[in-house]
């Protein structure tokens, strides 16, 4: 049974281009969360999807950045323009169903680098 | 004020021995706690849940103090792979799943 798979691993964009960052969950997920881990700091809430619904994206910068989960395929982090602040880890979770008995699974991560 | 606030360390502990690490969080309304493990530039990978009556888990046990806001971890007999950064992380619950985490606090284990 594979984990929560994310791709690419490590994604290089220079200023102003965009990024698209992928994230499958683990099979017979269907909740979706996206947290940022800027170097030497902790983890930051993103969004929390569903299939084809965002449910809370009180963590996602007004601009520049949207998510996705369609109904095929996988959840897409998309930034726009990229600075380099937005060099960062982004992670993605997953987790079968909601509320906090539903232990959100991670996966290893998209190295996001702005030159 | 953060909202989930730990000592960043580093803990620098020989094999054997017993380490404690505490975590203090701002929201009351905040339901269940964890802690989380973190290796160098991997994924934060869950240790324990954390529960009011206190929980153990092996040579790992944790206590919440609903009243002081406190969460702490206590490892006994600490291995070189214990060696990490250990993440206190916060939830409110219900629809709002999403985690709330602390900076880390790093342990480093030695012979």
């Known amino acids: 049974n594979a984990g929560v798979m994310q791709n690419p691993r490590h994604l290089v964009r220079r200023r102003g281009q965009e990024a698209r960052l992928r994230c499958s969950p683990m099979?017979?997920?269907?909740?979706v969360y996206w947290y940022r881990q800027l170097p030497e700091e902790g983890l930051k809430f993103m969004v929390y999807?569903?299939?084809?619904?965002?449910?809370?994206e009180s963590g996602m910068p007004k601009e520049r950045f949207s998510a996705e989960f369609p109904k095929e395929g996988p959840s897409i982090l998309r930034i726009q323009q990229v600075v380099r602040g937005d060099s960062a880890a982004y992670f993605c979770?997953?987790?079968?169903?909601?509320?906090?008995?539903?232990?959100?699974?991670f996966g290893p991560g998209t190295r996001l680098t702005v030159l | 004020r953060k909202e989930v606030e730990q000592d960043p360390g580093p803990f620098n502990v020989p094999e054997g021995a017993t380490v404690a690490f505490n975590c203090t969080y701002s929201n009351s309304a905040s339901q269940s706690f964890f802690w989380y493990r973190q290796d160098c530039r991997k994924e934060p990978k869950l240790l324990m849940s954390?529960?009011?009556s206190g929980n153990e888990d092996g040579r790992f046990t944790a206590q919440l103090n609903r009243a002081s806001q406190y969460i702490s971890l206590l490892i006994r007999d600490s291995k070189l792979s214990d060696s990490a950064t250990y993440l206190c992380v916060v939830t409110r619950g219900g629809t709002a799943s999403k985690l709330t985490f602390g900076t880390g606090t790093r342990l480093q284990v030695t012979l």
């Open positions: 979770a997953s987790s079968p169903g909601q509320g906090v008995r539903n232990e959100q699974f």
């Open positions: 099979k017979g997920h269907s909740h």
């Open positions: 954390v529960y009011s």
């Open positions: 999807l569903q299939k084809e619904n965002i449910i809370d």
